[in-house]
């Protein structure tokens, strides 16, 4: 499994707080299956900044001293990005992408995404950067309305869900939109969003849940195929579920999962 949102990075955001707390959660999820993980700190003007070598200091050090503690699993740089007016200049000028890549994972106001969201995420777009919406499960204005997540799909943003929302870690609304936007196909990750705050777990507990529920098929697409795209630096059906129902909406919905 590939892990595209983590914050195992030491002493650069809300997630670990030591070197020692990070090799530890490496380890774990080594040990869980996970062979690459990307490491996206908060970048949030005002609040988490910093330089892309300030970065790179930190990412080069823990690399070191996972290699030196025997883990294999691979580490990769990424950045969790707060969406606001003018960001495009700080992900060009610091490269603030998934890996050598153009995905970008974004993120913004939990109690509803604004007005200008999509405003301040057009112009990324139009300089050739695929941004993925970190949790869209966890927004207020989409769990009230989960066809926005479908707006954003619609308008070429990746949806990206975390692990503990399926298991009930942030509430049932949240653990019901989650479901949601995974069974009309609009989630193409799954990932962590660890903080170090517990053992790692989570995404291969969710990733066995959604097998279960819906099918392996789907578990693996977001969570090999879909991020080793990200590595890769390939393209990614924004559509890749057809949802049919029947014309008699009073009986239970059917429906036939049709995968590219």
């Known amino acids: 499994m590939i892990d595209i949102h983590s914050h195992i990075l030491p002493n650069i955001d809300d997630g670990s ?3 020692e707390q990070s090799l530890q959660q490496l380890k ?7 062979s690459k993980i990307y490491l996206t700190s908060h970048y949030f003007r005002g609040h988490y900044q910093y330089t892309r070598g300030e970065y790179d200091e930190k990412l080069n050090n823990l690399r070191e001293q996972a290699q030196t503690a025997g883990l294999q699993i691979e580490i990769e740089s990424g950045f969790e ?3 606001q007016p003018g960001i495009q200049e700080d992900i060009q000028e610091h490269s603030l992408t998934m890996g050598d890549s153009r995905y970008v994972l974004i993120e913004s106001e939990l109690n509803g995404l604004p007005t200008d969201f999509y405003a301040n995420v057009y112009p990324l777009l139009r300089a050739g950067y695929k941004p993925i919406l970190a949790h869209a499960e966890r927004y207020v204005s989409i769990m009230h309305k989960p066809s926005k997540a479908r707006d954003l799909v619609d308008k070429n943003v990746y949806i990206q869900s975390n692990a503990g929302a399926f298991l009930g870690f942030y509430g049932e609304k949240v653990r019901q939109t989650a479901w949601t936007l995974l069974e009309n ?6 990932a962590s969003d660890d903080h170090v705050k517990g053992e790692y777990g989570a995404l291969v507990e969710a990733s066995k849940l959604i097998g279960k529920r819906i099918d392996d098929h789907t578990a693996d697409l977001l969570t090999r195929d879909h ?3 990200i590595s890769n630096g390939e393209a990614i059906k924004y ?4 949802v049919k129902r029947p014309r008699n909406h009073r009986k239970k919905s059917i429906m036939r999962r049709l995968f590219g």
């Open 17 to 19: 707080a030591s070197a």
């Open 28 to 34: 774990q999820a080594e040990e869980l299956g996970v």
């Open 81 to 83: 990005v707060f969406i």
């Open 185 to 190: 196909g609009w989630t193409h990750f799954l």
């Open 227 to 229: 991020p080793a795209r």
């Open 239 to 242: 559509s890749y579920v057809i």
